[in-house]
């Protein structure tokens, strides 16, 4: 049996040695239904009332994204589409537009493709089979089971980061949790719970539990309700589990942002094409860089995409990630008489826009803080100008 990976990226290798028997379910989920009913978060996925559809909205956002995040969005989101009916008839550009911040957009077109279907097959309804919900666009076995569970009280347990953690430390699971079949075996357990509390709710339970209490680092087991029904806890393995694989390591990369204007102070914006990361988004022209570069060289390549563009300051680097890249980007900033954009291999479509207007464009986060910037560089822009003119 392996521990907890080391801080080194690979699994370490020394045993972590348990005895005694496995926790005692009825026990189990007696206890952790009396905490969460205390101590649960007070989220608006999960007040009286909630319908699928928000059920469904919310576990899309939650993919990936923290819950932090997600409440800012969550409910301006469903006041400009509150039911199926109104997604579905929504043009992509403004769902993508809402949908800025959250990232993975690739979420927002699915679930716009979930809720059509849903209206041409299902009568604008959720259904609440499992072999249909995960077959649905974007949604799969997580999200399904998160479904049945907290929109229609089924008793199963969607399994996350903090619900796997919980469960491998209830009874000291000895494999990396990213495994298929440990991920099976962690959702068994989690569906034992759920059955013997007789409802949905137990997997919500769990993953405040794990967002709270038992904590990727540092549990507190003084404070856990579970702590003398925990495997790892009563052979104190807690610290050491979970065991996880090895991740992928983060690579590093460098970008160029250019601004650029032209005549009348608009920018240029592009469209990103479809499959490619962030497709059917707008951006600044992106190119990639090397560290010392001289700005001037940006010219050159703008000049192949058919654009005369003469070049005028750098901002200061940002950093972005996007799964295993960390991107360091750098603003550019340039001025050119217009012209068609023609090189562009990554791209379907360009326009010139005015700064004020680029709120109108759906844009990936690290491209709205250029366009914050933008705005700024062409105030700057106008006071030369005028300085000139006088």
Known sequence: MTSRQSRGGRENVS???????????????????????DHRRDLPWRRPGVTPYEVLVAEVMLQQTQVTTVLRYYDRFLATFPDLSSLARASEADVLRLWQGLGYYRRARNLQRTARELCKRFGGQVPSELTVLRKLPGVGEYTARAILAFAFNRPVVPVDANVARVLAR????????????????????????????????????????????????????????????????????????????????????????????????RVLLLRRKRPLRWGGLWEFPRFPRRDGEDPQRLCARLDRWGLRVHFWQVGASFTYQVTRFRVSLRPWGGCCGGGRVTGSDEHDQARWVRPERLGNYALPSPQRRLARLAKRWARELTQVATARRH
């Open 15 to 37: 045993p972590v040695r348990v005895s005694g028997a496995g926790p005692d379910i009825q026990r189990l989920a007696r206890a952790l239904m009396a905490w969460y009913a």
């Open 170 to 265: 209830l009874w000291a699971v000895p494999d990396p949790i990213e495994r298929t079949a440990t991920r099976r075996r962690l959702s068994l357990a989690g569906d034992l719970l759920a059955a013997a509390a007789g409802n949905g709710q137990v997997g919500q339970a769990l993953m405040d539990l794990g967002a709270t209490i038992c904590t990727p680092r540092y549990p507190q087991c003084a404070m856990c309700p579970l702590a003398d029904n925990c495997v790892a806890a009563r052979n104190g393995a807690q610290d050491r589990l979970p065991v996880t694989g090895e991740r992928a390591p983060v690579e590093r990369l460098l970008e160029w942002g250019a601004i650029v204007f032209d005549d009348s102070g």
